[in-house]
């Protein structure tokens, strides 16, 4: 596509109405022949993510780790673990990105880090070092159990005993990664340090992981029941989703620590931040609180539209819940990503044309007033892939197998030429077996779902009303979705019908409208009405 189409990247709002493709580099690109996706790798492939339209690369993170969690447990906030390259390697990519026009936002890891961080040997060494209260410590109870109920969302309890201090630590996830204890300045002062090693380094933005982790009730009170309908971040197999975490998470000392990171950020020239937040039915909340006004977050995304609903109530009460929820904030919306089922094996049904769904569900993504993120390979229309207990890798899915396969079937390498051993991610062994090799790029013709993405990412930057107007929802039944984007002179009108079988809209009285822009799509314009077939999309100018 071509580059002069899309918005001025250097605008200091960049980031509003913006398309981010994520890199999982585990999985991307090997350079090497080891087996595993490396900087050097994504690197090669940034033209072809250039080639997308899109405006930002999201890089999973690549610093130095145990590799426990893939990555998401680190031992040093500064540097790349050697399995993906050098500090040298990240420098060529962000320049490389930075001359194609993309911008480059790394995932920083804050609420936790690896039991193998200097800073956590430190602190279990003694109960009277200097960073003894960098963690989260705890005494027993008389009868030798944790001081609360609070559970990790691996498995088990949120504590784990440690024999030298003789006292529990806390660790929202697998007990290889500690929390730190955001409740000392001086945690909250080591880790801005590290975010400034990066800007300092020219990275554009950063995504921050779980970040309504960060505090904890200092009280450490014990969580009390989830309402019904549990926690919408567990899965249905771990009791985590039994408990309502008001203590263990999203706590209000948060927003403090937020306005300390955006003020960092605003020392440097049009940087952005995006938050995941994961809390059930509180996220959209979160995200109003965590984006509301000029000194927190830029934006943020919750698992509201990760999940296997698939109906134009489900659609708009997500995205009305937002707008209710916020005066000025933003949100990211996203289909995919490295940490759930791809959209396409959650809503595919029997008789579906893959392929169409996913043009399908790349137009709604597309329409929705927001920041978009697409996740490496759904522009190929990637199933989920089904691997084998004995090639998992992933400690949620290992401990929870078979009720919960985990995330390592959203994770398997990229492909890119359907005849090259690996489908041409690497001529090593795949750190993970290689899947869908038929849908690799190369075989992505003039008619695929490739081509659909590149299409309809142009659209969108063509109009100005669909990165940063405004959204009204007007009335439609049987399962369709209707609503406006309006910004300056610019009106559009959006009509999705989610069924499988053909539908007709009706227009409010006085309404008129022209023919479907939409790329790929075949519903025509009536009188007051519009003609959908099943999974439809139709857009005009009003």
């Not at 480059?104 to 800073?119: G, R, Y």
Request: charged residues 20%; glycine residues 8%.
């Amino acid at each position: 596509m071509n580059q002069t189409l899309q918005p001025d990247r250097n605008d200091a709002d960049w980031w509003r109405g913006c398309a981010i493709y994520q890199v999982y580099p585990r999985s991307f690109q090997d350079s090497n022949g080891d087996g595993i996706g490396d900087l050097r790798g994504v690197t090669a492939r940034l033209p072809y993510i250039a080639s997308l339209g899109v405006d930002a690369v999201w890089l999973s993170p690549f610093f130095t780790s145990p590799m426990d969690d893939m990555g998401y447990d680190v031992a040093d906030y500064c540097d790349v673990d050697p399995m993906f390259g050098t500090l040298a390697d990240f420098d060529a990519l962000l320049e490389t990105a930075h001359d194609l026009g993309l911008k480059v936002m790394i995932d920083q890891v804050l609420s936790h880090c690896s039991d193998q961080h200097p800073w956590f040997k430190e602190s279990r060494a003694s109960r009277d070092n200097p960073k003894a209260d960098w963690f989260v410590w705890a005494d027993p109870n008389p009868d030798g159990t944790p001081p609360n109920n609070w559970l990790s969302v691996f498995g088990g309890p949120a504590w784990e005993w440690d024999g030298t201090r003789r006292q529990f630590y806390m660790h929202n996830f697998l007990a290889s990664q500690p929390d730190l204890n955001f409740h000392n300045p001086a945690v909250q002062d080591a880790l801005l340090e590290t975010v400034r090693f990066w800007l300092d380094r020219g990275v554009d933005g950063f995504r921050l992981d779980t970040v309504n982790f960060y505090f904890h009730d200092a009280e450490l009170r014990s969580n009390p029941p989830a309402h019904p309908g549990g926690n919408a971040d567990a899965p249905e197999t771990n009791p985590y989703g039994m408990q309502d975490h008001i203590y263990s998470k999203s706590r209000p000392e948060n927003i403090g620590f937020l306005r300390r990171f955006r003020a960092l950020l605003d020392e440097y020239d049009n940087r952005a931040s995006v938050g995941e937040v994961g809390d059930g039915a509180r996220s959209l909340q979160i995200v109003g609180a965590y984006t509301q006004g000029d000194d927190k977050l830029h934006m943020c995304y919750t698992f509201d539209l990760l999940g296997p609903d698939f109906s134009a109530a489900h659609f708009q009460g997500a995205v009305e819940r937002f707008e209710n929820a916020v005066a000025d904030g933003w949100v990211c919306w996203a289909f995919s990503n490295h940490d759930v089922i791809r959209h396409l094996t959650r809503w595919q049904r029997p008789g579906d044309d893959p392929a169409h769904l996913a043009k399908f569900a790349i137009t709604l993504l597309s329409a929705l007033r927001g920041t978009i993120c697409i996740y490496q390979g759904e522009e190929l229309g990637l199933p989920e892939s089904d691997v084998a207990f004995k090639d998992l890798t992933d400690p949620y899915g290992i401990r929870f197998w078979p009720a919960y396969k985990g995330r390592d079937g959203c994770r398997t390498p990229m492909v890119w030429e359907a005849d090259a051993p690996n489908a041409g991610f690497t001529t090593g062994r795949p750190w993970l077996p290689v899947f869908h090799a038929e849908r690799a790029v190369d075989t992505q013709g003039p008619d695929s779902v490739l081509a659909a993405y590149r299409d309809l990412l142009a659209f969108r930057n063509a109009h100005p009303a669909m990165r940063t107007g405004d959204i009204a929802f007007l009335p439609a039944k049987n399962n369709l979705l209707a609503f406006t984007r309006k910004t300056g002179a610019e009106t559009l009108l959006f009509v999705f019908n989610l069924n499988r079988e053909p539908a007709q809209w009706h227009a409010p009285d006085g309404m008129a409208f022209g023919a479907n822009l939409t790329p790929g799509f075949s519903a025509t314009a009536g009188d007051s009405t519009v003609n959908l077939s099943g999974l439809d999309a139709f857009c005009a100018r009003l």
